[in-house]
């Protein structure tokens, strides 16, 4: 069982930057792909980032590549998402995801994922 606990959401403006931090709990952190989504109001869970076990290997949304950008520490048990360039089409609750599969499996399939965050709040205002 891992329990996910994300942070660092707000209200920023238009280009602005925001990190968003997801705790994990457990000792085998480094086994478990992370990965991040969001949630706009009326619209479907959308993949955001992934990244593999030991850090190695990411994917990005094409909305998002160059923009965001997804890590991990492993001695830390945790995962950060650096958001730059922050649009108003950003706005959304953020959701942090794991799951022991690797991340060629789970990939950008939030039903892929077995353990879930409860979310943090992104605004970005124009």
């Known amino acids: 069982q891992v329990q996910l606990v994300e942070s660092g959401g707000g209200l920023v403006q238009a280009g602005g930057s925001l990190r968003l931090s997801c705790a994990a709990s457990?000792?085998?952190?480094?086994?478990?792909?992370m990965g991040w989504f969001r949630q706009a109001p009326g619209k479907e869970r959308e993949f955001v980032a992934a990244i593999s076990g030991s850090g190695g290997s990411t994917y990005y949304s094409a909305s998002v590549k160059g923009r965001f950008t997804i890590s991990r520490d492993n001695a830390k048990n945790t995962v950060y998402l650096q958001m730059n360039s922050l649009k108003p089409e950003d706005t959304a609750v953020y959701y942090c995801a794991a799951d022991r599969a690797t991340l060629r499996v789970v990939h950008a399939t939030p039903g892929a994922y077995a353990y879930w965050g409860q979310g943090t709040q992104v605004t970005v205002s124009s």
């Open positions: 457990g000792r085998t952190f480094s086994s478990y792909t």
